[in-house]
């Protein structure tokens, strides 16, 4: 697996909890009704980011551990939960390979990995996660997709068009670019010990404003706003004169595909071996 390097969404996180689209509640719903949740267990978010979508399984466990790799993602994340008044969430900084390892004791029945698996060495997470999965419980991979045939908008295009401007031709990823997987989600869960299902979401429509656009950008491993030093301003107006060259409005609307990539422990519940010893 790539090394970014460890600062690879520095200076992100005040835009991340601010400006990404939050999942829909229908999803929540999907997974609670699909794991049958009660208020009992443990759930573990690996990659949480800010914890928006972390908290919002807070009546639904007894505990929940978001685990992620950037502090300042998670001092965020402890900011919105004493703000929310929520106090069965634990927040860890580090790694998700070494925090599974270091597991003595636990078992989860769930685990939810949002828009992070690809940062992840996949195969090895899931293998190392299989022996602390509750029987019928799983890992939740949730991820955007784009329908076959789907062209971009016109304002999507002008905006990657400034990016490339700005950033340049290569997407940046902490130190280093980013080398997307070459082989899908879908077909590590099917390689892994877990069985896999695959649902998609609805297709539900999300309208953006110049602000939100340039407030997501900021929140991404390759638009951060570091890299842009002291030109962000300069990249800003021209962003959102090409926007406004579009549509006097500055409101633009986009479809939002969510996909929910399951890995699910419906075998005979296994007991809790030492990790990295399993299914090699």
């Known amino acids: 697996m790539k090394d970014y390097g ?5 200076g992100t996180a005040q835009y991340f909890s601010k400006y990404r689209p939050a999942y829909p509640a229908e999803l929540i719903r999907w997974i609670v009704n699909r794991f049958e949740l009660n ?4 759930l573990l978010d690996l990659g949480c980011g800010t914890g928006q979508f972390t908290v919002r399984f807070a009546d639904w466990f007894e505990r929940i551990t978001g685990l992620d790799n950037e502090a300042e993602m998670l001092q965020e994340a402890h900011r919105i939960t004493e703000e929310m008044r ?9 790694n ?7 597991l003595k004791h636990e078992s989860f029945k769930l685990v ?30 949730i991820d955007s997709y784009t329908p076959d045939r789907q062209e971009p908008t016109d304002w999507q295009i002008a905006v990657d068009e400034v990016v490339k401007k700005w950033y340049g031709p290569e ?9 997307h997987p070459t082989v899908s989600h879908e077909d590590i869960v099917a390689a892994s010990p877990f069985e896999v299902e695959v649902h998609r979401l609805p297709i539900y429509e999300h309208t953006w404003t ?4 340039i407030g997501n950008l900021y929140s991404t491993s390759y638009g951060a706003r570091r890299f ?10 021209d962003l959102e004169e090409a926007l406004l060259s579009l549509d006097s409005s500055g409101k633009f609307k986009a479809p939002i595909h969510t996909s929910i990539i399951l890995a699910v422990k419906n075998h005979e519940a296994d007991s809790p071996t030492l990790p990295g010893t399993a299914f090699r």
């Not at 929520?86 to 580090?94: L, S």
């Not at 998700?96 to 270091?102: G, L, M, T």
């Not at 060495?121 to 999965?133: C, G, H, Q």
Request: charged share 25%; hydrophobic share 40%; proline share 3%.
């Open 6 to 10: 460890p600062e690879l969404f520095k």
């Open 39 to 42: 208020g009992k267990g443990k």
């Open 86 to 94: 929520i106090c069965n969430v634990d927040w860890v900084h580090g």
């Open 96 to 102: 998700a390979e070494n925090y599974i390892n270091e």
């Open 112 to 141: 939810i990995i949002a828009k992070a698996f690809h940062w992840m060495d996949r195969a090895r997470v899931l293998e190392l996660l299989y022996p602390w999965i509750e029987q019928n419980g799983g890992v939740a991979i």
């Open 171 to 179: 997407r940046r990823a902490g130190s280093s670019t980013y080398t």
């Open 210 to 213: 110049i602000e939100s656009i």
């Open 228 to 237: 842009l030093g002291d030109q962000a301003a300069l990249f800003e107006k």
